[in-house]
């Protein structure tokens, strides 16, 4: 049976159509003369602003004006659409997203957009196929199911000799309306030549829309501080920079089976917690969730600690809206296009994923947990540091108690530390990118230097190099980086075969029937994908 897949993106200036053949990467068409076989294209499907959706068996494109024979599904309400016959003619500016599906079994997809104008110069940021060389000195860590399932831009910085991949950006802002803010602390970069060298790029298939990138050097007066001659920052997830000064480990660690895991989870290695999902029997709802408690020394009159988690996460998420997407079946793009412009919907969403996808912290009272914050999605190929204050002003007693819990598989943790000092006092400079251009050479600095409407959009195999000017240590102080970035992704994924949406409702009004409906099938995918590789 033939698939059809989704390929969205929302700039709407010129045509590019990418297809895929079996497993093969995708290829660019940049001519917009190429959509004008309608043979070879075969039956497309038209998804305008206003949410009318046109179905042409029949059609030609003639400078901006694309018109078509056919069918019409007006935008009555969000479920409910009837179809007319209709012969129309609709405007490119107006048109949101194309889908077609081949007269053969491969798949095409077609994308209006992905080129933007900046004073009257085009900038075109279609992709081809040419893969960035780079090396990637990363943890060796083992992913899960369908380890290419990761997704977002990825960050590589230059020491001099390498490029180092260092983070995945905004992962889990898979549309605009889930944009975010992503702040990573470097590790590697390193300034060579009066610069600071990174790479953006775009390695999933996925349309990948940045806003901004910044890099702000911080540099702290660690010796006139008690603190040893060093200390190490963490960002938060709003972008306040923490300093740590006397990081301690747990006394105790138990997960939520009463196993001990203290040893798992008090150094940096390649030892790492994660859920043991083939043990799970899904028969009731406590076993879709799964976590960590941890007890740690408090020391007295202690009013705040910062809890430090460095983990990442699964391929659980991917899979997950794998399954999500397909079981809008041929509402997808209608639904897709309702987050984007439905507040309400976006709302709606956005609650389900920071119930369902977040790591949740929590503190005991001495009568029951009370939640204090949560962490955000991280991406399965790189473990990160995250930071979250808690409050421990009311907690009596010698030590304090602290529970990380998550749906079950979704996250693995490698270490988790405290620190109850005080914040040092810190010096910051923001730099903007002097240079950005991508692999064309082609200048897209405009797009990245600030928040605003214009983004850099990229698709699979797409890169940019980045340029920052370098900013003079300064003697007696110690130097530290954090990268911010902004945007958000449209992952491509496989249409399912039946419309489902109210299967799709239940899941967003009770995350715990969607961890009921995925995590099952996630157990049997990976218990599959462990036997092949055994």
């Known amino acids: 049976m033939k698939q059809s897949y989704i390929f969205i993106a929302i700039s709407l200036c010129c045509i590019s159509a990418v297809m895929y053949i079996g497993c093969t990467l995708p290829h660019t068409i940049t001519e917009k003369a190429e959509l004008r076989d309608p043979e070879t294209t075969g039956t497309i499907i038209v998804l305008t602003k206003n949410g009318d959706q046109y179905v042409f068996d029949n059609y030609h494109l003639a400078d901006s004006i694309l018109t078509g024979d056919g069918s019409i599904q007006k935008n009555n309400t969000y479920s409910v659409t009837y179809n007319v016959p209709c012969h129309a003619s609709i405007r490119l500016n107006e048109i949101t997203y194309i889908e077609t599906q081949s007269l053969s079994n491969a798949p095409i997809f077609v994308a209006v957009g992905v080129c933007a104008f900046v004073g009257g110069y085009s900038l075109s940021l279609l992709g081809t196929n040419s893969k960035l060389s780079l090396n990637r000195h990363v943890s060796s860590i083992p992913f899960g199911i369908g380890s290419e399932s990761g997704s977002c831009p990825f960050v590589y910085t230059y020491d001099g ?267 910051t400079k923001t730099l903007m990118p002097i240079e950005a251009s991508d692999k064309h050479n082609i200048n897209v600095l405009p797009m990245l230097r600030e ?33 911010e970035t902004g945007g958000y992704y449209h992952l491509w994924y496989s249409q399912g075969e039946k419309n489902m949406s109210s299967i799709v409702e239940k899941m967003f009004d009770n995350p715990i029937f969607a961890l009921r409906s995925v995590l099952p099938l996630w157990q049997k995918e990976k218990s599959s994908q462990n036997t092949n590789d055994n």
Request: some cysteine; proline content about 4%; glycine content about 8%.
């Open 161 to 427: 000799n390498h490029y180092h991949f260092e983070s995945e950006t905004f992962a889990g802002a898979v549309f605009k309306g889930a944009e975010r803010r992503s702040y990573d602390d470097l590790k590697w970069v390193k300034p060579v030549d009066g610069k600071y060298l990174m790479m953006l790029t775009n390695e999933r298939p996925e349309t990948e829309y940045t806003n901004e990138i910044k890099l702000h050097v911080v540099d702290i007066d660690t010796g006139s501080n008690n603190t040893g001659g060093g200390c190490a920052i963490v960002t938060d997830e709003t972008g306040n920079i923490h300093t740590i000064i006397h990081p301690i480990t747990p006394l105790t660690c138990i997960d939520f089976n009463g196993k001990n895991e203290i040893a798992t989870i008090t150094k940096s290695d390649t030892c790492i917690w994660e859920s043991n999902v083939a043990s799970k029997s899904f028969a009731n709802d406590s076993e879709f969730q799964d976590g960590l408690i941890v007890e740690f020394s408090k020391p007295e009159n202690a009013k705040q600690m910062k809890l430090i988690v460095n983990g990442g996460n699964t391929t659980l998420g991917s899979y997950a809206f794998k399954q999500l997407f397909k079981l809008e079946g041929d509402n997808i793009l209608r639904w897709y296009q309702t987050l984007e412009t439905d507040t309400s919907e976006a709302n709606r969403f956005r609650h389900f994923m920071n119930t369902a996808g977040r790591l949740h912290i929590s503190v005991w009272n001495g009568v029951k947990w009370i939640e204090q914050t949560s962490l955000a999605d991280v991406g399965p190929r790189i473990m990160k540091d995250q930071l979250g204050v808690l409050d421990i002003s009311e907690i009596k007693g010698p030590t304090v108690k602290v529970k990380l819990e998550s749906a079950t598989d979704l996250w693995r943790i490698d270490k988790i530390y405290a620190d109850f000092s005080l914040d040092l006092p810190f010096n």
């Open 451 to 483: 928040t605003d409407s214009l983004y850099y959009v990229s698709l699979p195999g797409d890169s940019v190099r980045l340029c920052f000017s370098e900013i003079p240590s300064v003697p007696g102080m110690q130097r530290y980086y954090v990268l």
